[in-house]
């Protein structure tokens, strides 16, 4: 499979979500590899979608706020896709599948936060209606929870992808790929 039949799909990195308390474990390194994923799909001509959790109203990432705007720090060049979506599946009643038919994707790449919610959601329903899944090892993060720290939930899900749902790579091995 070619790189034309990828695509880049980084979920939910929202200027809110960076506002919370709890900090995303590792930001400053998630940002370094989904930009160096991002500028390497554009180099390559890999179609980069992003995807926009529309949060309840009064959060950090409400539709329409500050907070709900693609972080500032991930290099926006207008041929992105962007996707809105209100479930933590980034298919689930949106536009995606229909916009990665139409560009005949058969992979998709899949980094962004948070581990344990929508990248979790969005990666097992790619792999359940077709899509060869690669998740960036190293391209995904979230909080501390109330009974486990991020880096134990991340390395978790890494886990569970890897044997069941997603090839698991780190973002080297995917620049080498594109």
Same mark, same amino acid.
């Given at each position: 499979?070619?790189?034309? *039949? ?18 995303? #474990?590792?930001? &400053? +390194?998630? @940002?370094?590899?989904?930009? =160096? ?11 980069? @979608?992003?995807?926009?959790?529309? /949060? %309840?109203? /009064? ?7 500050? /907070?709900?705007?693609? *972080? ?6 207008? %041929? ?13 009643? +949106?536009?995606?599948?229909?916009? =990665? ?25 790619? @792999? ?9 090892? &190293? /391209?995904?993060?979230?909080? !501390? ?10 390395? *978790? *899900?890494?886990?569970?992808?890897? !044997? #069941? ?10 620049? @080498?790929?594109?």
């Amino acid at each position: 499979m070619g790189i034309t *039949h990828t695509a880049l799909l980084i979920i939910d990195m929202q200027s809110g979500s960076f506002l919370e308390e709890k900090p995303i #474990w590792k930001s &400053d +390194t998630l @940002f370094n590899n989904i930009n =160096l994923l991002i500028s390497m799909a554009d180099s390559k001509r890999v179609p980069v @979608f992003l995807t926009k959790h529309n /949060g %309840k109203k /009064g959060s950090l990432t409400e539709k329409g706020t500050p /907070g709900w705007e693609i *972080h500032p720090s991930i290099p926006l060049t207008g %041929k992105e896709i962007i996707i809105e979506k209100n479930h933590p599946d980034a298919f689930h009643q +949106t536009c995606l599948e229909q916009q =990665l038919a139409a560009k005949n994707i058969k992979r998709i790449i899949i980094a962004g936060i948070q581990s344990e919610i929508c990248v979790d959601a969005t990666c097992r329903r790619a @792999f359940s209606i077709g899509y060869d899944v690669v998740l960036v090892q &190293d /391209g995904h993060s979230t909080k !501390d929870s109330s009974i486990i720290n991020a880096e134990h939930i991340i390395k *978790h *899900h890494n886990q569970v992808m890897k !044997d #069941w749902f997603a090839s698991i790579m780190v973002t080297d091995d995917i620049l @080498f790929m594109f």
